[in-house]
């Protein structure tokens, strides 16, 4: 028997969590099919904006898990190394994304979206479920999208980021979150993130029309940083596996909703053109969609940042 829900999210991230949330709230039941079965692990740095929280409508310190507080990072610029002060966060995404998800406190079934069909009173996924407003929050190669969104302009390659991560425990001796922009001539930036009971995250990132033109990959450069950070002494003799990932930074004009089709968070691209920051940015337009359902009025992006690095500043009073 097709099973009937008014709404049905696609992917439970921090984009479909926080839609879900948001619509619970307001006494709806959507229903989550998520693929992965929770805890999961994504690729992913882990830095959290105090924005976050205030999305979140909660404070940083009811957050259950390990949490990392950093009043500075530590950047080289092009080679030039200063501290710029700071106000952030740093989160293990396997805890977050669960805490996420269960404090959305909804329905969440394992299965991974396959075929959509639109219908005169909705959707159909799978032969298996139907529903009247479909939110697409798959993450870069989300379905929905794929489906329903096709006259948007496809993806273009100066907005694909490749990137290259890999969490670790750690005896961490550095305790300072760095971040090297351009170095050796990445296209990108490389992070080392120290984060609570001894993980560190390390990871690189690139355009790959930058890449392309370097002609160099992403692992040249990621060999590059292991070797960095042995010569710096910051993590060494660790026999690394990282996982490759890639999703799309802001695009300038795109529709983020077709009929009763809405896409969040990395579905419709959404990430900083700056530093790729996609949480915060995933976690608002999952409100917003909701907020569009519930009031039943027009759902827009425009007004989630563009750019992640004016908040990163904090001047010293
Ligand atoms: C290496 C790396 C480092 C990053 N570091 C940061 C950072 O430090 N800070 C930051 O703010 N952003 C960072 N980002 C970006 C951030 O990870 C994403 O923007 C964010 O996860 C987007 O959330 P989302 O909910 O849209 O998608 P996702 O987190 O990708 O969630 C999508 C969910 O949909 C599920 N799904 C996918 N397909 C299907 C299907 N067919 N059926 C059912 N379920 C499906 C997936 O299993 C997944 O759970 C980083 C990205 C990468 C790759």
Redesign the pocket.
């Known amino acids: 028997m097709m099973i009937e829900r008014e709404v049905i999210i696609?992917?439970?991230?921090?984009?479909?969590?926080?839609c879900a949330w948001r619509l619970k709230q307001y006494q709806f039941s959507p229903l989550i099919?998520?693929?992965?079965n929770?805890p999961?692990a994504?690729?992913?740095?882990?830095?959290?904006?105090p924005k976050?929280f205030e999305l979140l409508e909660t404070d940083p310190t009811n957050y259950p898990f390990g949490l990392t507080h950093f009043n500075s990072f530590k950047i080289s610029l092009l080679g030039i190394k200063f501290r710029l002060s700071t106000h952030q966060y740093?989160i293990r995404?396997i805890e977050f994304?669960s805490w996420l998800i269960d404090r959305a406190d909804v329905e969440v079934r394992q299965?991974?979206?396959?075929k959509i069909e639109k219908t005169s009173s909705g959707y159909t996924i799978d032969g298996l479920f139907h529903t009247k407003f479909l939110i697409g929050?798959?993450?870069?190669?989300?379905?929905v999208r794929q489906n329903f969104f096709k006259r948007i302009p496809s993806h273009q390659s100066d907005r694909l980021?490749i990137?290259?991560?890999e969490e670790f425990r750690y005896p961490i001796k550095d305790k300072d979150c760095h971040l090297w922009f351009f170095e050796n001539g990445l296209p990108g930036y490389a992070?080392y993130?120290p984060k609570m009971d001894g993980y560190v995250?390390v990871?690189?990132?690139a355009s790959a029309s930058g890449l392309k033109k370097k002609e160099k990959t992403l692992n040249a450069y990621w060999n590059q940083l292991v070797e960095d950070l042995a010569t710096a002494k910051i993590v060494n003799d660790h026999p690394y596996q990282p996982?490759g990932?890639?999703?799309y930074l802001r695009e300038a004009s795109q529709p983020p909703q077709i009929d009763n089709a809405f896409l969040?968070?990395?579905?419709?691209g959404?990430?900083?053109r700056d530093?790729?920051?996609?949480?915060?940015?995933?976690?608002e337009?999952?409100l917003l969609a909701a907020d569009a359902i519930i009031h039943n009025k027009k759902y827009s992006t425009c007004s989630i940042p563009r750019f992640?690095f004016p908040s990163l500043i904090r001047l010293r009073s």
């Not at 696609?10 to 984009?15: D, I, L, R």
Request: include cysteine; charge should be positive; hydrophobic fraction near 40%.
């Open positions: 696609e992917g439970g991230g921090p984009a479909g969590a926080a099919l998520e693929k992965s929770f999961r994504k690729p992913c740095a882990g830095w959290l904006t976050v740093a995404r994304d299965h991974q979206v396959r929050a798959g993450g870069t190669r989300c379905p980021i990137a290259k991560e992070w993130v995250n990871g690189i990132g996982l990932y890639s999703y969040i968070g990395d579905a419709l959404l990430a900083t530093m790729g920051e996609g949480i915060a940015p995933a976690i337009s999952g992640s």
